[in-house]
């Protein structure tokens, strides 16, 4: 049980600091205002943000189905610490993020990306499993285009020149972006998974001014959509067939 309360008390923590690192704010300057700083085209709108409200809730939800199990000594407890070091790399990111500390945040979002891996392997493609599962599907999903946008970002902030154009760069990461909403479903028969691609990849298309950029991007939110139904319809059908 000791275990249990350490993950509500860092999952509270998580949703303190995040509420205060916008209305303080951190280091006299909220998330958005950093990120606005910078023309990346692979950032997008500020409405897509609101998704964290979403993720803190099924976290909340997850945490209170979960204690008949740990009350049961039925809940794995490396989910547990998985779940608290999870938490950690969260509040870590926010205050490096917002002190501007960019080639650290980056190394901490990467932590935080192989933490909810792990988190999400921790549960079988089985019906239980899957429903279990949900809340770190819409995180994980969420983290992994925070991860690419972050590098993004701090890559123009340093003047990194790919040798590429950012129309160009930033299309690849969009196909990157599509690859593993397609794969989610491919491997993991996670359908929630590319929900998520699909709403921050939307995001990305309405905030960006490039003509190219956003039907670019557009195009490969249509193909992972039709891509993902088809494959996780063939799925549902062999497995009632």
Not at 149 to 156: E, F, I, M, P, T
């Amino acid at each position: 049980m000791g275990l249990y309360i350490t993950m509500w008390i860092a999952m509270i923590a998580v949703i303190v600091v995040n509420v205060l690192s916008n209305t303080l704010p951190l280091n006299g300057q909220t998330a958005s205002e950093i990120t606005n700083r910078l023309e990346v085209l692979f950032t997008p709108a500020g409405y897509v943000f609101s998704i964290w409200s979403l993720i803190y809730g099924l976290l909340v939800l997850w945490l209170i189905t979960i204690y008949r199990k740990v009350k049961d000594n039925r809940f794995k407890g490396k989910v547990g610490i998985l779940f608290i070091i999870s938490c950690i790399f969260n509040i870590a990111w926010l205050f490096s993020w917002h002190y501007e500390q960019f080639i650290l945040s980056i190394i901490v979002m990467f932590f935080l990306l192989f933490t909810l891996i792990a988190i999400y392997l921790q549960y079988k493609n089985t019906e239980k499993g899957l429903s279990e599962r949900f809340p770190f599907s819409f995180y994980l999903a969420w983290i992994s285009v925070a991860t690419i946008a972050n590098v993004s970002y701090v890559l123009k902030y340093h003047g990194v020149d790919l040798g590429i154009s950012e129309v160009v760069g930033s299309l690849v990461l969009v196909g990157v972006a599509v690859i593993l909403g397609y794969l989610a479903v491919a491997i993991s028969q996670d359908i929630f998974f590319p929900l998520v691609i699909v709403w921050a990849l939307i995001g990305i298309a309405v905030k960006t001014d490039n003509s190219t950029m956003q039907y670019g991007t557009i195009a490969l939110t249509a193909i992972l959509i039709i891509a993902a139904l088809i494959r996780y319809v063939r799925m549902k059908t062999k497995k009632f067939a």
